[in-house]
């Protein structure tokens, strides 16, 4: 899919899905100062410390998605399909799982010379991240991330997950007290 990214809202703008991920039909639209909102409030505290409770990997998944709430952090649409897309948010989640040290990870992405950090949060698994980081609006959003992939693999040395080449792909909402907000993405610096 070759979409480029000429719509591109102002303020990001994502559409809101309640559980289980098989939902498809949004039930709202946020941004990013709810996404934080709740991602450091106590309303997925409990899913997401059970969630990290359980050990067998498959169990833990078919959790997650049956209780958790998600995104689509490349904008708003009808329905979470690529086709469905209404208005592009202007950023997009590059998930990051298996990171053997989460708090190092953390800082280097928060000191990232060439990307901005708009949020980020510690995945529902405790063992990732969620990255929020802009798209330059003049390159198709493939484009664009494969270029992000080459990045990270050189920067970093770490591998994400390619079935975020999908301008509808999820990103479940969990519980991070110590999430990160750009303040001055909000004016408030």
Known sequence: ??????????????????????????????????????????????????????????????????????????????????????????????????????????ARLLMDKYFETQILFVSPSGNGLKWFIRIDPKVSYTDFFRAIQNYIRQAYGLHIDRRALSVSRACFLCYDPKAHLNQRYHGRE
């Not at 809101?16 to 639209?29: A, Q, R």
């Not at 959790?63 to 709430?69: A, C, E, G, M, R």
């Open 1 to 106: 899919m070759k979409t480029h990214l000429i719509d591109t809202l102002q303020t990001p703008l994502f559409s809101f899905f309640t559980s289980p991920i098989m939902n498809i039909k949004p039930s709202g639209v946020t941004d990013l100062q709810r996404v934080y909102n709740l991602v450091i409030s106590d309303e997925y505290r409990e899913r997401t410390e059970h969630l990290r409770s359980i050990t067998d990997p498959k169990e833990a998944g078919r959790y997650k998605i049956q209780n958790f709430d998600y995104i689509t952090p490349a904008g708003i649409f009808t329905k979470r399909s690529d086709q469905a897309l209404i208005a592009f948010s202007g950023l997009t989640c590059i998930g990051f799982d298996q990171v053997a040290n989460v708090g190092e990870l953390r």
